[in-house]
């Protein structure tokens, strides 16, 4: 029993792997449950087996990606400007392309818009958590001001700006990045 539960969840993390790699190599609307089946070897059937229908897939891709953000990103050490903005280089290199897909499908799904939102939220309490050691004493809207700036300077978008954009290198990117954040670490 046990082996067939380990194939049946091999094959549903196959499924959502696939699934994950179609999503970020084409828009939603060019997503098909075939497609999907096709890129993980299954059939139609099997797919639905595992996840019911559209929506699950989706559901099932997208826990998995946030599971693998998370692990990542929980890493960051808290305090520690440089090693912090080498733990967001290392997500945005490897997932950047996944979280600029999702904020660009947002408006077409509500369980991808719920995807976003949670992954906003979870950025602002990664700053938080990572820059508490910046925040500590402020307090009111000095401190909502100081952590929406550090949210800023850490998003996504700043990556796509810097590392795509402007073509910096990965060790301009992150230089840049501490260079913006240094001053909100400092004491007026």
């Not at 091999?10 to 939603?28: D, Q």
């Not at 952590?147 to 990965?170: E, N, P, S, T």
Request: aromatic fraction near 6%; charged fraction near 25%.
């Amino acid at each position: 029993m046990t082996k067939r539960a380990e194939a049946t969840a091999a094959t549903a993390r196959k499924i959502a792997e696939s699934a994950l790699a179609l999503f970020i190599e084409r828009p939603l609307s060019q997503l098909t449950l075939a497609a999907v089946a096709e890129c993980a070897g299954v059939t139609v059937q099997t797919v639905l087996r595992h996840f019911g229908d559209w929506d699950g897939v989706l559901a099932g891709a997208g826990t998995l990606a946030s599971s693998s953000v998370n692990t990542l990103r929980d890493a960051a050490p808290v305090g520690d400007l440089a090693g912090a903005v080498a733990n967001l280089a290392e997500h945005y290199e490897r997932d950047a392309t996944l979280s600029l897909r999702v904020l660009a499908e947002e408006p077409n799904s509500e369980l991808i818009a719920e995807a976003a939102r949670r992954g906003r939220d979870y950025h602002r309490a990664w700053c938080e958590r990572v820059f508490a050691p910046y925040l500590k004493g402020l307090g009111g809207a000095e401190r909502e001001r100081r952590l929406a700036q550090f949210v800023a300077v850490c998003d996504v978008y700043v990556y796509k700006l810097l590392r795509h954009d402007a073509r910096l290198g990965r060790e301009a990117y992150t230089r840049s990045v501490i260079e913006l954040l240094e001053p909100l670490t400092r004491r007026p």
